[in-house]
């Protein structure tokens, strides 16, 4: 079967950075997504990987390791607003995503 | 702004009767999808269309229909509401399926009371 796993909560404090994993099990990579989603929102984009290696994006960066079927997401200077539940999604051969159930984020001051 | 419009943002419905949600897109994105996504859950893909064709996916119960009548709207029909279905109902639409890197952009959501 296809999988996504993500540690189901994590805490951090303001202005400090944060790593959250990500691993996959799917078949087939055509892509792994990050997105963000508040409590009771829509989720929304953050970041998009297709080939090793580190993206950068202000205060967000996200990495992937196709090899070991791994990708984390970096948040620096964490704001209060950060406090979110933070997806992560694959892509599969048959270009369907396949969803993490998310990572709660808390920013404690 | 374009964007994905759901309506209504709150709907309760009594166990058994018959409730329509709606979304709208002023995207012109191609890809239209419904998805159905319980408190601290991965969102569960229910159907998608590609342009007018229809995808339902092999789990999706046959209670959940759907329907796209133009490129902009799209309506998820729930016959018979169970407690079961109490959830958030998103809407997403994205580009094209057959590439990869296109983002899915979500609507704010349903949220389904059953009672």
Known sequence: GQNIDQPTEMTATEGAIVQINCTYQTSGFNGLFWYQQHAGEAPTFLSYNVLDGLEEKGRFSSFLSRSKGYSYLLLKELQMKDSASYLCAVRDSNYQLIWGAGTKLIIKP | ?115
């Not at chain 2, 964007?3 to 329509?20: A, D, E, S």
């Not at chain 2, 419904?34 to 119960?61: G, M």
């Open chain 2, 1 to 115: 702004d374009a964007m994905v419009i759901q309506n209504p943002r709150y709907q309760v419905t009594q166990f058994g009767k018959p409730v329509t949600l709606s979304c709208s897109q002023t995207l012109n994105h191609n890809v239209m999808y419904w998805y159905q996504q319980k408190s601290s859950q991965a969102p569960k893909l229910l159907f998608h269309y590609y342009d007018k064709d229809f995808n339902n996916e092999a789990d999706t119960p046959d209670n959940f229909q759907s329907r796209r009548p133009n490129t902009s709207f799209c309506f998820l029909d729930i016959r018979s509401p169970g407690l079961g279905d109490a959830a958030m109902y998103l809407c997403a639409t994205s580009r094209d399926s057959g590439d990869s890197s296109y983002e899915q952009y979500f609507g704010p959501g349903t949220r389904l009371t059953v009672t």
